[in-house]
């Protein structure tokens, strides 16, 4: 009976909705006057869409520019924060501030940032050492780089959090030993805290990738009126599937790059799991 208010708001708003997706990519489908079952048409045609191929490649660029810069220099705030210093706690409060803020306002900020005149901070910054202006966001070259540097200054709070966690996890006579031996510096990072550090990675490894794969709200307040940036540079799948649904009214289409981008997620687990998984060190 307790249980039952939470496993209902599962049942309705998670399990149904996805049973429900999985139906419909069986169907050309608008959800209203058009229902005529295709099997799996939607899914063989995933294979030859040109759009679907580009956004899945921009996501995959989108990952590959987040995951790993994020992860370090997450790690090296970690780091910094680890040590006895002045306001600590005040700096590890405003690091992680950006990550609790929302999205949206977030996106809405660095839109101003971003300003193609010198008017946007970024613009005005660059001037100050005689760097021209430059169209963050309507130039097909610093596109994709604008949004991966604010979702990596944007979830640079909860990486650290997790790797502060970790750091503080290591006992300390570990390092008073390699200080006994002589040791120092990079020679204590990699022989030490890199190693013990391994579960931590894994799971911020594997929970980055997941959700920059998801990646939707930024693209969609940074480029509202575009369909994924300028020359569709920025287009990744889950803006793709948003466009498919709400645009082109294809239900049924966009149900299947849902469960094709879940597929990929789920295999790209398994495979983090295989191979960074093995060399985790829980001892």
């Not at 039952?4 to 049942?11: D, G, N, Q």
Request: hydrophobic share 55%.
């Amino acid at each position: 009976m307790y249980l039952a208010p939470a496993l209902a708001i599962l049942l309705v708003f998670h399990f149904f909705p996805a049973f429900y997706a999985a139906w419909i990519s069986f169907f050309n489908t608008n959800l209203i006057s058009r229902w005529k079952w295709i099997g799996l048409r939607n899914y063989r045609e995933l294979l030859g869409d040109s759009d679907f191929i580009q956004s899945l490649a921009n996501t995959v660029i989108y990952v590959l520019g987040t995951v790993p810069v994020g992860m370090a220099i997450s790690l090296a705030v970690a780091a910094m924060l680890n040590r006895p210093l002045r306001a600590r706690a005040a700096l590890r409060t405003a690091y992680f501030m950006p990550y609790v803020t929302p999205v949206v306002a977030i996106s809405i900020v660095w839109t101003w940032i971003y300003k193609e005149d010198a008017t946007g901070l970024l613009n005005a910054m660059l001037g100050w050492f005689g760097i021209g202006e430059q169209a963050w966001l309507l130039d097909p070259k610093w596109a994709m780089f604008a949004l991966c540097l604010m979702t990596v200054w944007k979830s640079l709070g909860y990486n650290m959090i997790i790797f502060l966690a970790g750091l503080q996890n290591i006992p300390h006579e570990y390092y008073e030993a390699a200080a006994i031996d002589g040791a120092r510096g990079w020679t204590v990072f990699t022989k030490i805290t890199w190693p013990l550090l391994s579960p931590t990675t894994y799971f911020v490894t594997i929970m980055s990738v997941i959700g920059s794969f998801q990646v939707f709200t930024q693209v969609y307040v940074l480029w509202p009126s575009s369909l994924g940036g300028p020359l569709g540079t920025t287009k990744v799948v889950v803006r793709y599937l948003y466009e498919m649904g709400w645009n082109s009214f294809r239900f049924g289409y966009a149900a299947a790059i849902g469960y094709a981008l879940f597929a990929i997620i789920f295999v790209l687990t398994l495979i983090q799991r295989k191979v960074v998984g093995s060399r985790v060190h829980y001892q």
